[in-house]
């Protein structure tokens, strides 16, 4: 079994400095159960989001996502992303699977490998299952 928040922690081991400020965006119960707050506390801040941003912003756009409306979605989380940025995170973990939908809805799959602001715990899962399976 691989931890997907043991995986995002290891990847930003690597990718940001230690002690920097990095987002959290996902579902009220991934942060109230702190899953990435076990790992990530170590070496960073992790910066949640307000609880009106998460109820009006975050909360929605992954309802919106489930029910199809990704521009709404898309246009739901900006003031979710904008919060953190303002709060100096450095990167912002998309923790939950509709987020990158709402996010990089419009944008090519290249676009979303090389983003420098967030971190898709989805794809830094398939290539730490795929090195593992190439025994790296």
Not at 2 to 19: D, Q, R
């Amino acid at each position: 079994i691989i931890s997907m928040p043991k995986e995002v922690y290891a990847h930003s081991i690597k990718t940001c400095k230690k002690n920097s400020k990095i987002g959290i965006l996902a579902t009220e119960g991934t942060l109230k159960t702190g899953v990435y707050n076990k790992f990530f506390d170590k070496h960073f801040k992790l910066i949640n989001p307000t609880k009106p941003v998460q109820k009006n912003n975050v909360n929605r756009a992954i309802r919106l996502v489930k029910m199809g409306k990704i521009k709404d979605a898309e246009k739901a989380i900006r003031p979710a992303v904008n919060s953190l940025i303002k709060m100096k995170c450095s990167k912002i973990i998309l923790g939950c699977t509709e987020l990158p939908i709402a996010i990089f809805a419009f944008k090519s799959f290249q676009k979303i490998k090389k983003s420098k602001t967030f971190l898709d715990p989805n794809l830094i899962l398939a290539h730490s299952s795929m090195m593992r399976y190439k025994g790296k």
